[in-house]
């Protein structure tokens, strides 16, 4: 069963920058998709970015795209998340998530995944 752990959670000023590490252990999950979700107070966990099981193709949420950066180290068994242009709506909890089944895409489906972490806060200032 694999294990999944997110870090590089904070706090930091709008316009700022971090990077989340997701460092999964147990099972390697180099052939399979990895996605990012965040759930805000009150609201429901949203797609936030996926990479699909080869690296090749990734997909972002709207609100992200072009701020955010999904990267996978299959050496490390760890998939990253740079978010540059950090704005207080990106305040949330951020989890990364292993898809259900082997060599697919990188869905933005919540449904697709199975393996979740325990999450890592990210709190933006204004």
């Known amino acids: 069963q694999v294990q999944l752990v997110e870090s590089g959670g904070g706090l930091v000023q709008a316009g700022g920058s971090l990077r989340l590490s997701c460092a999964a252990s147990g099972r390697s999950v180099n052939n399979y998709a990895m996605g990012w979700f965040r759930q805000a107070p009150g609201k429901d966990r949203e797609f936030v970015a996926a990479?699909?099981?080869?690296?090749?193709?990734?997909s972002y949420a709207d609100s992200v795209k072009g701020r955010f950066t999904i990267s996978r180290d299959n050496a490390k068994n760890t998939v990253y998340l740079q978010m540059n242009s950090l704005k207080p709506e990106d305040t949330a909890v951020y989890y990364c998530?292993?898809?259900?089944?082997?060599?697919?895409?990188?869905?933005?489906?919540?449904?697709?995944?199975?393996?979740w972490g325990q999450g890592t806060q990210v709190t933006v200032s204004s």
């Open positions: 998530a292993r898809d259900s089944s082997l060599y697919r895409g990188a869905s933005p489906s919540t449904a697709t995944y199975r393996s």
């Open positions: 990479i699909s099981w080869t690296g090749g193709s990734t």
